[in-house]
């Protein structure tokens, strides 16, 4: 049994009251295993693409698009605006992931309106390349992401400039 | 010769004084320990409180195989339960059902599209038409597919996947930080 003193208010009542531990040390003890139980050890998310391309009811122009091709040698970016599509090569063994998020950066700080992300590899690269783009995407806020086909291998171009 | 009560000793010589006199301590020390309730109960409240914070009610509809490692993410969405395809070096499963084999679907040519599974992914519309018609089907699936799975099955799975009506896709990731590395 313990006992829990609880200041006095003024009145002749005591406010002393005994606590039965033995309900209480049954209840954390159930409380513990529920938990353990039903407790999540792994957090899983979801990130949202989308394989319909819209503009927009009210637009009738040409939506702005940013093409990535995932390649062996590292991405290449057709930007909107460009007619010929610029490198990011690999920083050693790893894909510059930096660079990239400063290119799309400064693509949505210039582009007007909504920007379109289209993103694509060469079939033998894993999966987690792509995650990794998608995921810089949404840490930019770009909604319109969409996987698609690889219609033809990297060509490589000039460096990106990165705004 | 003198009789003695069985049990156990440690013999009679006199190197073994010491060995005796700790063996009659052990022998009248009592089997009940005095447990600290204020600490014990302390101690639960803590695991009490760790275990709140891990305690998710949305309940565990992803694949928990080992052959099915998600990337690793740092700003994916919260999860939202639609129908699962689950992608590993070896399969491909539709809401726990095997529908195809990766190995298979890898060496068939581009004009295979995973027919077994977009008749899977077209019966589960069907069925949401049915019970649901009063909501608005909206054509969103997920993918949890392994991080090493080749780009090509995944690129065929998502096209069958919205040539069976299903164009919002959302894959899978583990969040960064939690879960083995």
Redesign the interface.
Do not use: H
């Given at each position: 049994m313990g006992g829990v003193n609880m200041p006095e208010g003024g009145g002749k009542r005591t406010l002393d009251f005994d606590l039965n531990l033995v309900p209480f040390i049954d209840l954390l003890s159930c409380c513990i295993s529920f938990l353990l139980i039903t407790a999540v050890w792994t957090q899983m998310a979801q990130l949202d693409t989308t394989q319909k391309l819209d503009g927009g009811p009210s637009s009738g122009e040409k939506p702005k698009k940013v093409n990535i091709t995932i390649g062996p040698s590292g991405y290449e970016l057709m930007l909107p605006e460009e007619k010929v599509a610029c490198t990011i090569g690999r920083d050693g063994n790893k894909y510059d992931l930096t660079k990239l998020k400063k290119v799309l950066e400064s693509q949505k700080n210039t582009v007007a309106g909504q920007l379109f992300i289209g993103i694509a590899a060469v079939d033998e690269l894993p999966f987690e390349l792509l995650v990794d783009v998608m995921d810089i995407c949404a840490s930019l806020g770009l909604k319109n992401v969409s996987l698609g086909q690889l219609v033809a291998p990297p060509q490589g171009g000039p460096a990106c400039g990165g705004g | 010769m003198t009789v003695k009560t069985p049990g156990r000793r440690a013999g009679s010589g006199s190197a073994l004084r010491q060995v005796k006199r700790n063996m009659a301590a052990k022998a009248s020390r009592s089997l009940s320990a005095s447990l600290n309730?204020?600490s014990?109960?302390d101690f639960?409240?803590v695991?009490?409180i760790f275990?709140?914070m891990?305690?998710?009610a949305s309940g565990?509809f992803?694949y928990n195989q080992s052959d099915i490692v998600?990337?690793?993410?740092?700003?994916?969405?919260?999860?939202?339960r639609v129908p699962v395809i689950a992608i590993s070096a070896t399969e491909i499963i539709f809401e726990q059902t095997r529908v195809e084999s990766s190995r298979a679907v890898l060496a068939e040519t581009e004009e295979y599209t995973l027919p077994r599974l977009v008749e899977a992914l077209k019966k589960e519309q069907e069925a949401f038409k049915d019970i649901r018609k009063d909501q608005v089907f909206d054509g969103k699936i997920?993918i949890q597919?392994?991080?090493?799975?080749?780009?090509?099955l995944?690129?065929r799975v998502?096209?069958a996947a919205?040539k069976a009506g299903y164009?919002?896709?959302?894959?899978?990731?583990?969040?960064k930080g939690?879960?083995?590395p």
């Amino acid at each position: 049994m313990g006992g829990v003193n609880m200041p006095e208010g003024g009145g002749k009542r005591t406010l002393d009251f005994d606590l039965n531990l033995v309900p209480f040390i049954d209840l954390l003890s159930c409380c513990i295993s529920f938990l353990l139980i039903t407790a999540v050890w792994t957090q899983m998310a979801q990130l949202d693409t989308t394989q319909k391309l819209d503009g927009g009811p009210s637009s009738g122009e040409k939506p702005k698009k940013v093409n990535i091709t995932i390649g062996p040698s590292g991405y290449e970016l057709m930007l909107p605006e460009e007619k010929v599509a610029c490198t990011i090569g690999r920083d050693g063994n790893k894909y510059d992931l930096t660079k990239l998020k400063k290119v799309l950066e400064s693509q949505k700080n210039t582009v007007a309106g909504q920007l379109f992300i289209g993103i694509a590899a060469v079939d033998e690269l894993p999966f987690e390349l792509l995650v990794d783009v998608m995921d810089i995407c949404a840490s930019l806020g770009l909604k319109n992401v969409s996987l698609g086909q690889l219609v033809a291998p990297p060509q490589g171009g000039p460096a990106c400039g990165g705004g | 010769m003198t009789v003695k009560t069985p049990g156990r000793r440690a013999g009679s010589g006199s190197a073994l004084r010491q060995v005796k006199r700790n063996m009659a301590a052990k022998a009248s020390r009592s089997l009940s320990a005095s447990l600290n309730l204020t600490s014990m109960v302390d101690f639960m409240s803590v695991i009490v409180i760790f275990l709140l914070m891990n305690f998710s009610a949305s309940g565990d509809f992803t694949y928990n195989q080992s052959d099915i490692v998600p990337p690793d993410s740092a700003y994916g969405a919260e999860l939202v339960r639609v129908p699962v395809i689950a992608i590993s070096a070896t399969e491909i499963i539709f809401e726990q059902t095997r529908v195809e084999s990766s190995r298979a679907v890898l060496a068939e040519t581009e004009e295979y599209t995973l027919p077994r599974l977009v008749e899977a992914l077209k019966k589960e519309q069907e069925a949401f038409k049915d019970i649901r018609k009063d909501q608005v089907f909206d054509g969103k699936i997920l993918i949890q597919a392994d991080e090493g799975v080749p780009y090509k099955l995944i690129r065929r799975v998502f096209l069958a996947a919205a040539k069976a009506g299903y164009p919002n896709i959302s894959y899978i990731v583990r969040l960064k930080g939690t879960g083995a590395p």
